[in-house]
């Protein structure tokens, strides 16, 4: 029996798991090795990339049933089934689990097309429409997406100090802060009602630029942009960035756009973004390049 795809494990996965204990990944992936029978040697079939086939399908199939919130990840590492996922299992005339499928569920149509509108031809959302180059494109932004989810979900399972330190590490990584030695004196040290830290516009020192940094699950309201934005005026200073692992209410986003002081928000999925970009807390496993023909070569 060959490597089953993604879609083909869904099913299967979300039965396993349907007695509602958690289950880790490790226990996952060797219940459905057994489930499908496959040989040692197609477990241990790779990708280009490194990574086993058989392991990168099984994390599909639990990205695409979690965004379709048929399944939960209670910690770390692991996955239980969801009210929704129970749901599903109970229904007998279900014995299948596709993409098809979980569009009937609107968190997984915004997951895979969030930025397009619905159309009521459901092949024409397929990528049949789209050029090679585009289909590469949002297949690595759905990636890009898919990995800052997991950036998340890391940091908030770290401590305060872990988020002090990465914020630092980051914003040195895009240029401001001067030495990393120089922001990480700076970050934590104000205390000043509304400011978690200081830290350089740029090497030379010409401005700073004041912080507050939130690893919260709760959404960011206007109260506390405005409390930061008080802060920031006594300090008589003009730039802020508020960073946080949550986002930010209408309310909020409206306030800074109407103050004089030049407040950045920097939401939980702009910040794993960020961090993706300048190579903070992620590495590289693969590298493909887009070619296309030289015509000066064939300049006779």
């Not at 830290?197 to 960011?220: F, T």
Request: aromatic share 8%.
């Amino acid at each position: 029996m060959s490597i089953p795809d993604y879609q083909a494990i869904m099913y299967p996965l979300l039965e396993h798991i349907r007695d509602g204990k958690e289950y880790s990944n490790s226990d996952l992936m060797n219940c459905l090795a057994d489930h499908f029978k496959l040989s040692d040697d197609e477990l241990k079939q790779m990708l280009p990339s490194g990574t086993k086939v058989f392991k990168n399908r099984v994390h599909w199939a639990k990205t695409y049933l979690k965004k379709a919130m048929l399944i939960e990840a209670p910690r770390k590492g692991y996955a239980c089934i969801s009210e929704r996922g129970l749901a599903v299992v109970a229904d007998p005339s279900t014995t299948k689990i596709t993409n098809k499928y979980l569009k009937q569920f609107d968190e997984f149509k915004e997951f895979i097309n969030p930025n397009k509108k619905e159309t009521s031809n459901d092949e024409n959302s397929t990528n049949e429409t789209e050029t090679p180059e585009e289909v590469i494109a949002n297949t690595y932004q759905e990636l890009k997406d898919t990995l800052a989810d997991e950036l998340i979900s890391t940091i908030k399972t770290c401590s305060p100090e872990f988020f002090e330190r990465l914020v630092v590490e980051l914003l040195v990584k895009m240029g401001y802060g001067g030495s990393l030695v120089d922001a990480g004196q700076a970050v934590g040290k104000s205390g000043d009602g509304g400011i978690d830290g200081i830290i350089k516009e740029d090497q030379l020192g010409l401005d700073i630029i004041y912080l507050q940094a939130k690893r919260w699950e709760n959404v960011v309201g206007s109260p506390e942009i405005q409390k930061f934005a008080g802060a920031l005026q006594g300090q008589r200073a003009k730039k802020g960035v508020f960073i946080t692992t949550s986002h930010f209410t209408k309310d909020a986003l409206a306030f800074v756009r109407k103050i004089d002081s030049n407040i950045v928000l920097i939401d939980g999925k702009q910040l794993a973004h960020l961090m993706i970009d300048n190579q903070l807390g992620v590495s590289t496993i693969d590298t493909i390049e887009i070619k296309k023909i030289d015509t000066d070569y064939f300049v006779e």
